[in-house]
């Protein structure tokens, strides 16, 4: 952090004279000083403590507040421009973990509940590029709020046999690296993120139109009509510091239930999706003593497929998610959700093992929340294991 050392130092000589008897109060500028270097700790992670200070930033935050409130146009103006960034960093905190975080009610995912073969698995690496504006509250006066982040994966896939019904289990471990930037008061912001992002694993079970079949059964069978569920579990498994404003993981447990309903005829496929996401609390929220709780996020999905061949299909692709407004310390915010997204997939059989799939989406109505462009692309290889 050494362009910030100047400013550290400044800090510490009021430091120095906070610590002598006579208790002299700082001038406005190491007091101007001390707040530029309290944002700085927070472009630099270290809101736990200062690397060039002994004393941490949340003690200079509160000495600040017990001092007299500025009384001339140079203290408020600088009084201002500190509140102005601390807001832009919670801004950012929440334009990325909309989008690190893999998004809730985001999905698009076409032919979710197709069944396969008991035995058949596959191993899938994806990549995700994301890029667009974040719409927010606009009592926050940031301008031109952009977030860019990526999203590698690899997940493993197996089905099997339960009960007669074709099931299968799907888990996925993310990595995740994005900036948010955007100007305040003429001057331009950015934070930066990467880490392991919270990771998912998925049940799911065919109710009606896929028995469990083995593959040499599989290939007499024809499918026309469709209903599964399946229950999708986030698990905390992502970077978290409850010390720093800005995380990949949520520090939560997370579960959606889905039912799925597809219809085919001949080449054409229908899928719809209905399900929501309920959230347990982040009992560690910034910086480490806050609780925070989410309302339940309903969301449904709707693929209009065409099949060339068996393994090479394109999808137009639309969901809609509503709800998700947050609580932090028992005080309701103004961040309900009520967003949709479209898009286009395409899968293609590169051998009889591999094929690819590329996908692009955007925002099609977005009220609070990233309106997002993304373009995916994954490989997966799949192979028959042992089955009954």
């Avoid at 700790?41 to 004393?55: E, G, I, K, M, Q």
Wanted: glycine share 10%.
């Amino acid at each position: 952090m050494p362009r910030f050392s100047g400013i550290a130092f400044a800090l510490g000589r009021w430091e120095a004279r906070r610590d002598t008897p006579c208790r002299a109060r700082p001038s406005t500028k190491d007091l101007a000083l001390g707040k530029l270097c309290a944002f700085a700790c927070v472009l630099c992670d270290s809101f736990a403590f200062c690397h060039y200070t002994r004393h941490s930033v949340k003690e200079i935050l509160r000495l600040h507040s017990a001092l007299p409130h500025p009384s001339n146009r140079v203290e408020s103006s600088v009084h201002a421009r500190f509140k102005e960034k601390i807001a832009f960093g919670r801004t950012a905190l929440v334009a990325l973990c909309l989008g690190s975080n893999l998004g809730f009610g985001q999905d698009l995912a076409p032919r979710a509940y197709v069944i396969t073969p008991t035995g058949a698995n596959a191993i899938t690496v994806a990549y995700s590029w994301n890029d667009g504006a974040v719409f927010v509250d606009p009592l926050i006066q940031i301008q031109n709020l952009k977030v860019q982040f990526q999203t590698e994966s690899i997940s493993y896939y197996s089905s099997y046999n339960l009960w007669g019904r074709s099931s299968n289990i799907t888990l996925i471990l993310p990595y995740a690296l994005g900036n948010a930037q955007g100007t305040l008061a003429g001057s331009r912001n950015q934070i930066y993120r990467s880490g392991m992002a919270d990771s998912r694993i998925r049940f799911a079970v065919n109710l009606k139109g896929g028995p469990a079949r083995s593959a040499d059964d599989f290939t007499s069978w024809h499918e026309k009509g469709l209903i599964g569920v399946s229950a999708t579990a986030l698990i905390p498994t992502g970077q978290y510091d409850p010390q720093k404003l800005i995380n990949i993981g949520t520090n939560r447990w997370g579960l959606k239930p889905e039912i799925g309903i597809s219809r085919r005829w001949q080449r054409w496929v229908v899928d719809w999706y209905a399900g929501g996401w309920f959230f347990t609390q982040n009992s560690s929220y910034y910086p480490g003593s806050s609780l925070r709780s989410q309302r339940p996020i309903g969301a449904g999905e709707a693929h209009f497929t065409y099949y060339a061949k068996p393994r090479l299909w394109a999808s137009l692709d639309a969901n809609y998610w509503i709800g998700g407004r947050s609580t932090i310390n028992g005080q309701l915010k103004a961040d309900e959700q009520r967003n949709s997204r479209v898009g286009l997939t395409v899968a293609i059989p590169i051998s009889r093992n591999q094929s690819i799939k590329l996908s692009y989406a955007t925002g099609a109505y977005v009220t609070i929340g990233g309106n997002y462009r993304t373009l995916s692309a994954a490989w997966q290889y799949a192979w028959l294991g042992k089955h009954e």
